[in-house]
């Protein structure tokens, strides 16, 4: 690898972390997803893998159920700083992550409907791919997506529209 090609690697490097983070910075957490509670200087008291449960909560050593759904990373730092720092520990310093997103969901004239994993960054087009491509039936100009924050409205999409944790698209028959 010349030294332009890992340049050119460093700077993607670079741009996607800063996408990741800016994502966390504004992502909404539900139920589904997994996170990660490191407390500076107390491991007794972090956790490496709690999922959000179905009432939008995790289970925090000392501190109980705590509610997350809703908020974003960097507001969930400071809701467990402030109830550590209330009765427990002087001056902590928590730090979450998200390990695993909530799955999407997909349905309609793809191979195999269901719920996915979700990746950073996917398009309408990667998850029609992990479903398997479309069907012989398909309508590739029909296709629906409904988001799970915004309520029941779905929008129509093209291929390369961005799809985030928790939607569900549909892809409807071709008439043709």
Do not use: H
């Amino acid at each position: 690898m010349n030294i332009m090609s890992k340049w050119c690697l460093g700077i993607l490097l670079v741009v996607s972390f800063n996408l990741m983070a800016q994502d966390n910075q504004t992502y909404r957490l539900s139920t589904g997803d997994v996170l990660s509670v490191t407390v500076f200087n107390e491991p007794e008291l972090g956790l490496k893998s709690a999922k959000i449960s179905d009432d939008g909560r995790i289970s925090v050593p000392l501190l109980g159920q705590v509610e997350v759904k809703g908020k974003t990373v960097p507001e969930v730092e400071v809701l467990l700083t402030q109830l550590f720092d209330a009765d427990y520990l002087k001056k902590p310093s928590v730090s979450v992550s998200i390990i695993e997103y909530r799955p999407f969901y997909i349905n309609g004239e793809v191979k195999k409907p269901g719920s996915y994993a979700y990746r950073t960054n996917m398009t309408v087009q990667i998850a029609i791919t992990i479903a398997g491509g479309f069907t012989e039936r398909a309508s590739r100009n029909s296709i629906y997506l409904l988001k799970e924050m915004e309520g029941a409205n779905r929008i129509k999409v093209t291929i390369s529209d961005v799809v985030s944790p928790g939607d569900v698209i549909t892809v409807e028959e071709s008439f043709f």
